[in-house]
C-alpha cells in the first residue's frame, strides 16, 4: 500500500459522514485529429447547492483516476489529461466538517500531505495536463488546478477564491507555493491575503484570467466545448501560451512586506494565519516547490489545532446555516403576503431602508414625512442610487425605468398607506414620536398589515401598548449602512402575534439579510454590546487613561476598528443616546460619560481629525477632556473591557435575550463586522479564560468553536 493511500486511508476513518467526491475518468476524441484525451470529472452526485469538496475519500477517489491516466499516458494511449468540475460547480477545497472533528497535530498533518501527494502527481503526469474551472473554484479547488499545466477559466464564474486566511488557514494544498510563482508575488499577496482579509472578496472568471491563474477565457455556455478545442490548438502547437517572467528580486521583497502591513491594519497581529501564508510565500521566491509544500503542511497543522481556525470555522457555520434557520423563528406557512410596502420617515436611514425594499421585493414603496421637501429628497436620493446602479450595468434602463415607478412619496398617510401590507417606521429615537406615529399609521393602515420599527434601543412593547392591535408590532432592526451589513434583529414585542412574527422572517429572507430573533430588552444584541464596550473605553479615558492606550488596548482583539473610530462611525450622538437608553434601564452597569457628552454639545463628529491622513486626536475635542488621575496599562484595560464585556453576555443569556451564545456572535459578525477568526466574541472569551474568571464557566462547549477534548 502507498504512503498516499495509507494517509488517505487513516484520515478517511476519522470522517465516516464525508460527502464523498467521485472522480470519473471517460475519454473523447479531440478537435483537428489532436487525439485521445483523458477528462477527470469532479462530482459529488448532488446539484449545485452542495458544492463538491475535497475529504480524504474524495482524495483517495482523485487518487485512483491519477492512477488510470498515469498509466494511459505512460502507455501512449492518451494525448493528455484534463479536470472539471460538475455544473455550476467546480470545487470548494477542503470539506471543513472533516477538520473540525481532528484531535490531534499527527492527523492534521495528515490532511496537508494527503492533498499535497494526490495533486502534485498531476505534474508528474508523461503528457501535458489542463484544469477547466468551469463553475465555483475555492481553496483546494483553485489549487488543484494550480498543479496543472494550463488552465482555462469560464467568464460566468462569480466565485473565485483561495478564502484560507479568512478562516484561519493557509492554502496549504500549493496555493501559497505555487500562485506567487506562476503569477508573481505581489499577485498573489492580492489573492491569498488582501481578498481573504476583505470579507473573502471573491474574484469572477475575466479577473482569474486577468491575473494569469487562468491562460484562457471562455462563455459559460459552451466553456467545455470551447476549452477542448483550445487544449487541442496547444497540444498541435498552434497555440503557445507565454506567461511574463517572474520578478524574485526586490518586488517580491516588498510584496511580501505589504502583505504584513494589511495583515497588521486588518488584524493586528491578534491571527496567525495571514503571517503564516505571508512566510511560505516569502520562502517560495527561490521556486524550490517541494520545501513550500513541507512548509504548507506544517503551518496546515499547526493552524489547525489553533483556537483561531476552530473559531473561524464556527464563525462560518454561523453565517451559512444558523444564519439561513434562525432560531426561534415561527413556522413560515404563517406570513402574510407583502405586496406594498410603507415607509415612515424620508431621512438618510428611511431612504436607504426603501431603496432595499424596492430592489429586493420590487413592490411599491410609498415614503411620507412632514413636508413635500424631505418627501422629494428622500426619493430623490432612491432614484440617484438606482441612476448609479444602471451606469455600473447592475442593472438595464427597463429595470432602472421600472424601480423608480415603483417608489413614490406622499404627504398624507392615509393616502400612501391604505392598502400597505408592511409599514416601517425610521423616525427620530424617542418613545412619545415613535408611538404617536403608530398611532396615526394604525388608524389608516389595513387590519392585516404589519408595523415594524426600526429602534435601536427602544421598547418595541411600549411603542405597541397604546394601539388596538398590539399583536401586528415588531422590531425590524437594520444596521448601517443597510445595504452591506447583513444583520436584521427582529424583536418579538410582548404581545407580538406568530403571523407578524414569520411575516418579519419571511420579509428578511427576501431582503437576504441574516435575521436573528430578540427579545424586547433594551438595546437588543449588538447595541446593548458595543454599549458596555464602549462604555468601559469611555470610563478609562474619563478616569485618567490616555486616549491612545485606552484605543491600543483592544488592538490583539483584531477588531475592524478601533472604539473611537467607531464612535465616529455610528455618530457621537447616536452612542450618547444609546448610553443614556442604557443608564436608565442599567444604571448599575452602564454609565454615561460626561466628556462624550461634551463633545456632543460641542458639536464634534468624532474624536480624531485626519490632517495627516492618519487618526490624530482632534485638539478642540483634547481642551474638552476632564480626566482623573487613575491612569491604568493597556493590559489592565483589555481585562476590564473584557470582563464588562462577558459580564453583559452571560447576564443577557439568563435574560434569554437570544436563543444561545452563538445568537451572539452571529449578531456582532453580521451586525457589528466582529472578526471571523474571533468567532465572533464568546470563543475569544473562553479560550483567553475571561468566561470562567467573570461567569465561573464557558459560554461554549468544548469542540463547538475550540479542538475537541
Known amino acids: 500500500m502507498s504512503t498516499t493511500t495509507e494517509l488517505l486511508k487513516g484520515a478517511a476513518e476519522l470522517f465516516p459522514d464525508e460527502v464523498v467526491t467521485s472522480a470519473h475518468v471517460r475519454h473523447l476524441e479531440l478537435p483537428y485529429s489532436a487525439g485521445r484525451f483523458a477528462l477527470i470529472t469532479l462530482d459529488n452526485g448532488f446539484d449545485h447547492t452542495k458544492p463538491t469538496t475535497f475529504g480524504p475519500a474524495s482524495l483517495a477517489n482523485l487518487n485512483t483516476a491519477i492512477d488510470q491516466v498515469e498509466k494511459e499516458a505512460a502507455a501512449g494511449e492518451i494525448v493528455g489529461v484534463g479536470i472539471t468540475g460538475k455544473p455550476f460547480v467546480f470545487a470548494v477545497g477542503a470539506d471543513l466538517k472533516g477538520v473540525e472533528l481532528l484531535k490531534n497535530h499527527d492527523d492534521a498533518l495528515a490532511i496537508g500531505k494527503g492533498g499535497h501527494e494526490v495533486f502534485k502527481r498531476l505534474a508528474d503526469i508523461a503528457v501535458p495536463t489542463f484544469t477547466y474551472y468551469n463553475g465555483a473554484a475555492m481553496g483546494g479547488g483553485v489549487e488543484v488546478g494550480l498543479h496543472c499545466e494550463y488552465r482555462t477559466v469560464s467568464k460566468h464564474i462569480a466565485a473565485f477564491?483561495?478564502?484560507?486566511?479568512?478562516?484561519?488557514?493557509?492554502?496549504?494544498?500549493?496555493?501559497?507555493?505555487?500562485?506567487?510563482?506562476?503569477?508573481?508575488?505581489?499577485?498573489?499577496?492580492?489573492?491569498?491575503?488582501?481578498?481573504?482579509?476583505?470579507?473573502?472578496?471573491?474574484?469572477?472568471?475575466?479577473?482569474?484570467?486577468?491575473?494569469?491563474?487562468?491562460?484562457?477565457?471562455?462563455?459559460?455556455?459552451?466553456?467545455?466545448?470551447?476549452?477542448?478545442?483550445?487544449?487541442?490548438n496547444v497540444l498541435k502547437g498552434d497555440i503557445k501560451v507565454e506567461r511574463p517572467a517572474i520578478d524574485r528580486g526586490e518586488a517580491w521583497d516588498q510584496a511580501v512586506a505589504k502583505g504584513r502591513f494589511v495583515a497588521d491594519s486588518k488584524v493586528h497581529g491578534a491571527a496567525p494565519a495571514a503571517y503564516r501564508a505571508l512566510d511560505i510565500i516569502e520562502a517560495a521566491k527561490n521556486g524550490d516547490l517541494q520545501q513550500g509544500y513541507d512548509a504548507e503542511d506544517l503551518a496546515l497543522a499547526d493552524l489547525i489545532m489553533g483556537g483561531e481556525l476552530r473559531a473561524g470555522i464556527y464563525a462560518f457555520n454561523l453565517v451559512q446555516k444558523r444564519g439561513k434557520r434562525p432560531a426561534g423563528a415561527p413556522d413560515k406557512s404563517l406570513a402574510r403576503p407583502v405586496t406594498k410596502v410603507g415607509v415612515v420617515g424620508a431621512g438618510l436611514m428611511a431612504s436607504q431602508l426603501a431603496l432595499l425594499f424596492l430592489r429586493r421585493l420590487e413592490v411599491p414603496v410609498v415614503l411620507t414625512d412632514i413636508d413635500q421637501e424631505r418627501i422629494d429628497k428622500g426619493v430623490g436620493y432612491v432614484h440617484a442610487e438606482i441612476d448609479k446602479l444602471l451606469s455600473k450595468s447592475r442593472i438595464n434602463q427597463d429595470k432602472a425605468n421600472r424601480l423608480k415607478a415603483l417608489v413614490t412619496g406622499v404627504l398624507d398617510k392615509a393616502e400612501g398607506f391604505s392598502d400597505a401590507d408592511f409599514v416601517i417606521e425610521a423616525v427620530f429615537e424617542e418613545i412619545g414620536v415613535k408611538q404617536q406615529v403608530f398611532a396615526e399609521v394604525e388608524a389608516v393602515a389595513p387590519a392585516h398589515a404589519i408595523l415594524a420599527t426600526n429602534t435601536s434601543s427602544l421598547s418595541v412593547s411600549e411603542m405597541a401598548s397604546k394601539l388596538k392591535n398590539p399583536e401586528r408590532v415588531v422590531g425590524f432592526h437594520f444596521f448601517n449602512p443597510v445595504a452591506i451589513l447583513p444583520l436584521l434583529e427582529i424583536v418579538r414585542g410582548e404581545q407580538t402575534d406568530d403571523a407578524s412574527l414569520a411575516t418579519a422572517f419571511a420579509m428578511a429572507k427576501k431582503l437576504k439579510k441574516t435575521a436573528v430573533l430578540v427579545k424586547d430588552a433594551p438595546a437588543f444584541v449588538v447595541n446593548r454590546i458595543l454599549t458596555r464596550f464602549m462604555g468601559e473605553i469611555q470610563n478609562v479615558i474619563d478616569e485618567g487613561t490616555p486616549v491612545a492606550v485606552a484605543e491600543k488596548a483592544v488592538e490583539p482583539l483584531g477588531l475592524p476598528m478601533s472604539p473611537l473610530v467607531l464612535l465616529e462611525l455610528v455618530g457621537p450622538a447616536i452612542g450618547l443616546h444609546v448610553s443614556e437608553t442604557l443608564n436608565r434601564a442599567f444604571p448599575d452597569r452602564f454609565t454615561v460619560s460626561p466628556n462624550l457628552a461634551a463633545v456632543v454639545k460641542a458639536g464634534k463628529r468624532g474624536f480624531y481629525v485626519y490632517d495627516s491622513g492618519k487618526p490624530e486626536l482632534d485638539p478642540e475635542v483634547a481642551a474638552l477632556l476632564k480626566q482623573g488621575d487613575s491612569v491604568l496599562t493597556e493590559e489592565q484595560v483589555r481585562d476590564r473591557v473584557l470582563d464588562a464585556v462577558a459580564q453583559e453576555i452571560g447576564l443577557m443569556l439568563d435574560e434569554g435575550v437570544v436563543a444561545e451564545a452563538q445568537d451572539i456572535d452571529l449578531c456582532l459578525i453580521t451586525g457589528a463586522g466582529w472578526p471571523f477568526h474571533l468567532g465572533g466574541i464568546t470563543p475569544y472569551l473562553d479560550r483567553e479564560g475571561v468566561s470562567a474568571r467573570v461567569n465561573g464557566k464557558p459560554f461554549l462547549e468544548p469542540g463547538v468553536a475550540s479542538v475537541p477534548a
Open 161 to 232: 477564491s483561495l478564502p484560507e486566511v479568512f478562516l484561519g488557514l493557509v492554502p496549504g494544498w500549493g496555493g501559497c507555493t505555487l500562485l506567487p510563482n506562476l503569477i508573481g508575488a505581489e499577485k498573489a499577496v492580492s489573492v491569498i491575503i488582501e481578498n481573504s482579509l476583505n470579507q473573502n472578496k471573491q474574484l469572477k472568471g475575466q479577473q482569474v484570467f486577468d491575473l494569469g491563474i487562468a491562460d484562457a477565457l471562455f462563455e459559460g455556455a459552451d466553456f467545455l466545448e470551447q476549452s477542448l478545442i483550445w487544449t487541442a
